[in-house]
């Protein structure tokens, strides 16, 4: 089991994924409770940049005017190319959700 299977930090999770393009920015969004985390059917609101998230995660976020459901499907071991990244999530648009 390597250290990518348990989990990763949700700030690093965010940059890597591309989603934001700093880590501090990510950490910042997730600290001011930005960030819900589904995992086992239970929802919490997430406040520390150092929470962790695993695959099958599903984070929930609002940014932009928009409303985001993200499944993450991987963990980076880097910030690499865009579609490197995309590999690691599935965007569900959360909009027609609700």
Not at 25 to 51: I, P, Q
């Amino acid at each position: 089991m390597s250290a990518l299977d348990a989990g990763q930090r949700i700030d690093v999770w965010l940059f890597r994924a591309r989603l934001f393009k700093s880590r501090s920015g990510a950490g910042r969004f997730v600290a001011d409770g930005g960030v819900r985390l589904e995992r086992d059917g239970r929802v919490v609101r997430v406040r520390r940049a150092s929470a962790e998230v695993r695959p099958g995660d599903v984070l929930v976020y609002h940014r932009g005017g928009r409303l985001f459901r993200v499944t993450v499907r991987g963990l980076g071991e880097r910030r690499g190319p865009a579609p490197e990244a995309r590999t690691l999530y599935a965007l569900a648009d959360a909009e027609e959700d609700a």
